[in-house]
């Protein structure tokens, strides 16, 4: 069936892809949250400009 060493190579392959596939959810995840909090901080800068255009 199969040997060792390709049993071996099988975990190995699984290993790298388990951990890439965790790697891009977790970048992806960040560019999300970086994309939200600097949309949230521009918005939050143009209220504040306004409200002080008004006063």
Known sequence: M???AQYLGFLLFLTILT???WLMMFLINFVFYWVFGATRELLK???EKREL???
């Open 19 to 21: 951990i890439g596939f």
């Open 45 to 47: 800068e143009r209220r």
């Open 2 to 4: 199969f040997t060792f």
């Open 53 to 55: 255009e008004t006063e």
